[in-house]
């Protein structure tokens, strides 16, 4: 009985670290800045079939979900992504996913060139220069390095950044202690400011 019981506490604290460590992430490298114009940038994930796949599909819901959070006007949403095996582009998949099935009619922007993170970043720079706030839609981890990267090329950007909702208590709960695992790895080539601080 009291193995099972400290094998129940132990899962509860798995939990709540995968939960404190994402929201934590979620939080970071981002201001309060205000401003009519936003952009929301959802970022793509590996995505060789024909149809955006789950991981695209929940950074596409975040990403709208991020527009109607501060209900600003102006918005444009960014999907951003390269082509995949199968020659369509990730950025197309995730936006004819948004205008499909969550009937999005806002305005959409697509980068169709990149292949990594970085280049996601480079290549939405010229989408997001007359825009007053910047959001990164991705699992939190992945939205934390873009921010980064955005810091480390454009500076003066990134002090537009500003907290997209991509997290959200108790949504992917199980898994959140995978994707922090994971987000670590990830993460690991980024100062100890960048993983922490505030833009």
Request: proline share 3%.
């Amino acid at each position: 009985m009291r193995r099972r019981a400290g094998l129940g506490v132990a899962g509860v604290a798995v939990l709540a670290w995968g939960e404190w460590l994402n929201w934590r992430w979620s939080r970071a490298l981002v201001g309060n800045r205000v401003g009519a114009s936003e952009a929301v940038v959802v970022l793509g994930y590996r995505n060789p079939q024909s149809r955006a796949n789950v991981i695209n599909r929940w950074r596409v819901r975040a990403g709208i979900r991020s527009v109607a959070a501060d209900g600003a006007r102006g918005t444009r949403v960014i999907f951003s992504g390269g082509a995949t095996s199968n020659g369509v582009a990730e950025a197309q998949l995730m936006a004819d996913y948004a205008k499909s099935v969550l009937a999005f009619d806002g305005m959409v922007l697509l980068e169709d060139q990149s292949a990594t993170t970085w280049q996601n970043i480079t290549n939405v720079i010229p989408l997001l220069e007359d825009v007053d706030r910047i959001k990164f839609a991705s699992q939190p981890a992945h939205a934390l390095k873009a921010r980064a990267y955005l810091r480390r090329q454009r500076p003066d950007l990134a002090e537009r950044l500003v907290r997209a909702a991509d997290y959200r208590f108790g949504e992917w709960m199980v898994g959140k202690p995978l994707l922090a695992l994971y987000g670590l790895w990830t993460l690991r080539g980024l100062k100890a400011e960048e993983r922490k601080g505030s833009a």
